[in-house]
């Protein structure tokens, strides 16, 4: 055998090796536009097949589908939810309103406890205010005319000092020129009469003067003589008198700011407190 066939040899064997060893690559499997139709599907079940999947590719179509599964989802969970929601919101709201309650029963006391100290500190103003006038008197019913019966020009040309002497005289009491601080008309004059005011420099001459009001009772002129009272007191006096005139009580009276009643005549001496207090002692 010559050299060149045994290099041949060696060539087609070296050949067959390397193909034995290199493994074939399976051949490519192009993807194709036809849709794969099992073996087992008839002809009719393809067609349908073919058909329904052309109508989900329809956006509107889907769009409806998924609609409709929605809504059969909110259906479906949407009363455990609104149960859960309104036993959450219920019981927020129980606790709210009881915070709140709360909140307003504290402020409720604390409004109460103000207003029963506004009560204590009127009713302190107003018996300070009474204390005050406490040397006054009031000589209501007075003619508004002068020396010669003549109408005043104004209050100022009226001499209401003159007037208190007076009336001091017609009780039967004497009263000095400087037993008198001042003395002047209360309001407008109204049908030819006048109220007057006068603060006296002792208690005791105003007391005295005070205590023979009485001895005005046949005064031709009905002019009468008053304790000065508060704003608050005179309304309760003025409820007394009207009281008195349908004969629900027998008498009514004032004494050093203090207002007395006496229901029948032989009855006990009551101190009223205001228009209340009054009512709620009278026979039934």
């Not at 002809?43 to 998924?66: F, N, P, W, Y």
């Not at 103000?114 to 406490?134: F, G, H, P, V």
């Not at 019966?149 to 209050?155: A, D, E, V």
Request: net charge positive; hydrophobic share 30%; glycine share 4%.
């Amino acid at each position: 055998m010559s050299k060149n066939s045994t290099k041949d040899s060696t060539k087609d064997t070296l050949i067959k090796r390397k193909m034995s060893i290199t493994p074939e690559k399976p051949p490519s499997k192009r993807p194709t536009k036809t849709t794969k139709i099992d073996s087992d599907e008839s002809g009719d079940t393809a067609v349908l097949r073919c058909a329904i999947m052309k109508v989900l590719m329809d956006e509107q179509v889907l769009s409806a589908i998924c609609e409709q599964i929605l809504s059969g989802v909110v259906a479906v969970i949407k009363p455990d939810i609104d149960s859960q929601i309104s036993d959450q919101v219920s019981e927020s709201v129980e606790n709210e309103v009881s915070d709140l309650n709360q909140k307003i029963a504290s402020k409720d006391r604390e409004i109460a406890e103000l207003n029963t100290r506004i009560q204590k500190l009127e009713a302190r103003a107003e018996e300070q205010e009474q204390y005050s006038r406490r040397t006054c008197l009031r000589f209501s019913n007075i003619p508004y005319i002068d020396g010669q019966g003549n109408t005043p020009k104004s209050p100022w040309d009226f001499d209401t000092d003159k007037i208190v002497f007076d009336m001091c005289s017609a009780v039967g009491v004497k009263v000095g020129e400087n037993e008198i601080g001042r003395s002047h008309i209360v309001g407008e004059p109204k049908n030819g009469k006048c109220q007057i005011i006068a603060r006296f420099q002792s208690y005791r001459v105003r007391q005295h003067v005070y205590e023979n009001r009485f001895k005005l009772a046949k005064d031709s002129q009905k002019r009468f003589i008053n304790e000065d009272l508060t704003k608050f007191r005179f309304k309760t006096v003025r409820h007394l008198a009207k009281l008195k005139s349908e004969n629900k009580i027998h008498k009514y009276w004032t004494q050093d700011g203090r207002i007395f009643m006496r229901v029948r005549e032989r009855g006990p001496k009551l101190l009223i407190k205001n228009i209340d207090d009054a009512e709620s002692r009278l026979d039934p």
